[in-house]
């Protein structure tokens, strides 16, 4: 069964500490992705990995960077926390032309 | 840039009725459109994948369909049911790009 497990269901964190996120899949898939979700205004890309060593920029990028040490490994690093960081984050993977499956979910609250 | 909508925001059925969720989006050069369920305060379930060569796509009570010149998808439910109460989201990946487009959903609730 497809597995894509983040590492914290729900974070509380102050404003200017380092936050890490991590996600981890199971699948030996080459693409991962970083999401948020923020109502109204839907999903959007953070960053992305086509491969190990490997990140893009995608809509977003501003405050945050990412590590791609191992395949299965994608970490969300926010450097220095800020309010406007507080939303739901969501981890994906799978190739471009087939499904996507993403992990559960990290809520994080910056204070 | 791709831009996708899905209208309405939130729908209200009671429980047995066919329902018709819709999906557009502004550039009819994608690869495919993905349907996905997500519950609250949780992760994104794909229900369906069309591919841009396909019309439409079914998996039991749920029919999706791939108009790419109209830039219009629609997501059938038959005899829907409380359990299909959730938020569903479509998305597309254009050609030659390397990520997902998601509309902001239809939040569903169906009464009992």
């Known amino acids: 069964d497809v597995k894509v497990t983040q590492s914290s269901r729900y974070l509380v964190k102050r404003t200017g500490e380092k936050v890490f996120l991590e996600c981890v899949q199971d699948m030996d898939h080459e693409n991962m992705f970083w999401y948020r979700q923020d109502p109204g205004l839907g999903l959007r890309l953070i960053y992305f990995s086509y491969d190990v060593k490997m990140k893009e920029k995608g809509d977003i990028p501003e405050g945050y960077s990412v590590s791609r040490e191992k395949k299965e490994r994608f970490s969300l690093i926010l450097e220095s926390a800020s309010t406007n960081q507080t939303s739901m984050y969501l981890c994906?993977?799978?190739?471009?032309?087939?499904?996507?499956?993403f992990g559960p979910g990290t809520r994080l609250l910056v204070l | 840039k791709q831009e996708v909508t899905q209208i309405p925001a939130a729908l209200s059925v009671p429980e047995g009725e066919n329902l018709v969720l819709n999906c557009s989006f502004t550039d009819s050069a994608i690869y495919n459109l993905q349907w996905f369920r997500q519950d609250p305060g949780k992760g994104l379930t794909s229900l369906l994948l069309?591919?841009?060569?396909?019309r439409e796509q079914t998996s039991g009570r749920l029919n999706a369909s791939l108009d790419k010149s109209s830039g219009r998808s629609t997501l059938y439910i038959a005899a829907s049911q409380p359990g299909d109460s959730a938020t569903y989201l479509c998305a597309v990946v254009e050609t030659g790009a390397n990520n997902l487009f998601f509309g902001t959903g239809t939040r569903l609730t169906v009464i009992p």
């Open positions: 069309i591919q841009s060569s396909q």
């Open positions: 994906a993977t799978g190739p471009l032309m087939e499904t996507q499956y």
